[in-house]
């Protein structure tokens, strides 16, 4: 059983920045690809990004492309969102997830869930 614990969110004004963290215990983290996903009031969970196990290839929804890095610890069993940029719209409680799986994209292919963590942007 792997158990994620996000820290990191917060109130940032449009074009701040923030670095989410997700803190993997209780399993082989290099055994799992990693993602980020956010869900605003009123709408559904949507993915924002994912890293594979060793952290050769990222992948990110197409609005955050440019501004959000997505990168991994091993040695910390540690998995980061530097988001960039923000805007209201990037407005979200942000969820980390883990999968054995070799598809990212959709959250029904993720075994575990952290709690999330909110992320707001406004002036």
């Known amino acids: 059983q792997v158990q994620l614990v996000e820290s990191g969110g917060g109130l940032v004004q449009p074009g701040g920045s923030l670095r989410l963290s997700c803190a993997a215990s209780?399993?082989?983290?290099?055994?799992?690809?990693m993602g980020w996903f956010r869900q605003a009031p009123g709408k559904e969970r949507e993915f924002v990004s994912a890293?594979?196990?060793?952290?050769?290839?990222?992948y990110y929804t197409d609005s955050v492309k440019g501004r959000f890095t997505i990168s991994r610890d091993s040695a910390k069993n540690t998995v980061y969102l530097q988001m960039n940029s923000l805007k209201p719209e990037d407005t979200a409680v942000y969820f980390c997830?883990?999968?054995?799986?070799?598809?990212?994209?959709?959250?029904?292919?993720?075994?575990?869930w952290g709690q999330g963590t909110q992320v707001t942007v406004s002036s």
């Open positions: 997830a883990a999968t054995s799986r070799r598809s990212y994209y959709h959250e029904s292919l993720y075994d575990y």
């Open positions: 209780g399993g082989t983290f290099s055994s799992y690809a």
């Open positions: 890293i594979n196990w060793g952290g050769s290839n990222t």
